[in-house]
């Protein structure tokens, strides 16, 4: 009786601590490290809202970043941004929002969710992708609530939901 109660002891805390191991807090841990280690990245993305699918990719080296999506393009030195609208022949120039985590304004800091902004609460775990939610810790803040699709096995990013008023905004990576 004494080694079936141990056993079963043991099988918790074997269970406990997997389960430990892939919390919302340690996935969204890894993926920010994982993606702060690199020094340089690329990723080809595809944006669903509503009936529209539009495919971007983006390029990162340090804090500056080049996008292209769909027809138009962004290019950021680090302090500003520079949307290139070919359509209308424009440049817009902007200041880089440094506390931004939308993938299509600051695509630097769109996996940079470890500095206390937002809460992490794991919604389920499906064929090894574990999708995290998160909610800002600020009242007013931009965007409402981020669903992460992380890859539990290789800390890899899968999607992004964007809840913003209801709307959402998809984003497969």
């Given at each position: 009786m004494k080694k079936f109660i141990a056993f079963i002891f043991t099988m918790l805390c074997v269970v406990n601590?997997?389960?430990?191991?892939?919390?919302?807090?340690?996935?969204?841990?890894?993926?920010?490290?994982?993606?702060?280690s690199m020094e340089n990245y690329e990723v080809e993305f595809e944006v669903k809202s509503g009936d529209q699918n539009i495919k971007g990719y983006y390029a990162v080296s340090g804090d500056k970043y080049y996008i292209s999506i769909g027809d138009a393009e962004v290019f950021c030195d680090g302090s500003a941004r520079y949307e290139v609208n070919p359509q209308n022949k424009e440049v817009t120039v902007d200041a880089v929002d440094p506390k931004s985590h939308n993938i299509l304004t600051n695509p630097t800091r769109a996996f940079d969710f470890i500095d206390g902004e937002f809460n992490f609460a794991m919604v389920g775990t499906e064929a090894g992708i574990a999708t995290v939610k998160l909610t800002s810790t600020a009242e007013n803040a931009a965007l409402g609530v981020i669903f992460v699709a992380i890859d539990t096995a290789t800390a890899q990013p899968r999607s992004l939901t964007y809840d913003v008023d209801g709307d959402q905004i998809a984003i497969k990576v």
């Open positions: 601590s997997f389960a430990q191991g892939n919390s919302a807090e340690t996935l969204i841990s890894r993926l920010s490290e994982q993606i702060r």
